[in-house]
């Protein structure tokens, strides 16, 4: 990776933002509907008990830099990395441990999305599983609407308690577990 630097994990959560990534990806998805933009077809592989290997990516007009996200999902785990490299001459300019980055991704989606379709006084949500990626989209939507509560369900009743706590705890927005969806 001659010249190019490699960013930890830990560097990355240190300078991420949800709200700035919330107004990146409006800027992005504006690039793509202009038709400077264009995301790679999501591509993957299977082996073993059900492992997976990823590739996913993205081109900007007129950046000099194109991306692409790859990783291997296995039982043992996962960690992606985002791969920046020279649109001009293919050289590497960055690789990026890119888990938490994946997650504020996926949740600013939902922040984006809240924003352009909810209300602008909604003050609820109801958060409808909660697996690992279930808080982020919780924070996403609380960078865009002042939450009051989040009615949570899953089909396992120790993940929607544990994730309606880690809300109030994490967030300070009042959580309740439900069992009815």
Known sequence: MSGGIWISEAEAVSVMSLPESIEALRDGLRQEAAGRASNMVKTHATWANGSTLHAIGAVFEGLGIVGTKTWAHTAGGAMPLLILIDANNGSVLAIIEAFA??????????????????????????MIGAGK????????????????RVTVWSPTPANREALAAKVEASLGIEAVATQAC
């Open 133 to 148: 990626q279930s808080i982020t989209q919780v924070a996403a939507v609380a960078a865009v609407r002042k939450l009051e």
């Open 101 to 126: 980055l994946g997650q504020m991704r996926t949740g600013g989606i939902s922040g984006l999305a809240t924003d352009l379709m909810s209300r602008e006084n909604a003050t609820r949500m109801a």
